[in-house]
């Protein structure tokens, strides 16, 4: 079973409106932390926010949040106000494996990713 | 700055020979790891390492070998790539606390 799934190949929204794109997850641990990365065309990877399993509140980073629902399994990123630099292919990932204390065994598996277009 | 270095960017090379890409980091990260990213596929764990002399497989390791003789290198070796190799390789660390992996800027790699 995939353990990371996002299920849009490719979003569009107009510039200044928000879009959510979406991320389900599949682990049996308890203790992970889930991440998004943005990949703009020039390749190189972006982190944008991360969510620890045991953190209550949803994690926010100036324009990006992550709205994450444990019992669903789902850490879908919003982002608010779009802007045309936001055009880029988005990825989900979770670390499996993490204690209370944050370390992990390293492992960062990675969904199919998602194609943003922010239109004018 | 801190950084992830990786090196080639850009290499094109013929079935069979034996080719290396080079990973270096300077924020004294204990681990790191290799990913290799295809269309429709996301990126995908080759090797990872804990820390020095300390490597495991990730999901798709044939074909490939890493060392870990100094904590800042993290070498991938392609003892003889073949086409199904071809692919955007990235290189990566993080501390071993659960934050994101930091990312070098890719290696496109064509065989031929």
């Known amino acids: 079973a995939q353990k990371i799934t996002q299920t849009q190949p490719g979003m569009f929204v107009q510039e200044k409106e928000a879009v959510t794109l979406d991320c389900t997850y599949d682990?049996?641990?308890?203790?992970?932390?889930l991440f998004w990365y943005k990949q703009p065309s020039s390749g190189e990877m972006i982190f944008l926010i991360y969510q620890g399993s045991y953190d209550e509140q949803n994690a926010t980073e100036g324009r990006y949040s992550l709205n994450f629902q444990k019992a669903r399994k789902s850490a879908n990123l919003v982002i608010s106000a779009s802007q045309l630099g936001d055009s880029a292919m988005y990825f989900c990932?979770?670390?499996?494996?993490?204690?209370?204390?944050?370390?992990?065994?390293?492992?960062?598996?990675f969904g199919q990713g998602t194609i943003l277009t922010v239109h004018p | 700055e801190a950084q992830v270095t990786q090196n080639p960017r850009y290499l094109i090379t013929v079935t069979g020979k034996k080719l290396t890409v080079t990973c270096s980091q300077n924020?004294?990260?204990?681990?790191m790891s290799w990913y290799r990213q295809d269309p429709g596929l996301g990126l995908r764990q080759i090797y990872y390492s804990m820390n020095v002399e300390v490597t495991d497989k990730g999901d798709v390791p044939e074909g490939y070998k890493v060392s870990r003789k100094e904590k800042r290198n993290f070498p991938l070796i392609l003892e003889s790539p073949s086409p199904n190799q071809t692919s955007l390789y990235f290189c990566?660390?993080?501390?071993?606390?659960?934050?994101?992996?930091?990312f070098g800027s890719g290696t496109r790699l064509t065989v031929v």
């Open positions: 990566a660390s993080s501390l071993s606390t659960g934050y994101g992996y930091t």
């Open positions: 924020m004294n990260h204990e681990y």
């Open positions: 990932a979770m670390r499996e494996g993490v204690d209370a204390g944050g370390t992990s065994y390293g492992k960062l598996t």
């Open positions: 682990t049996s641990d308890q203790s992970y932390g």
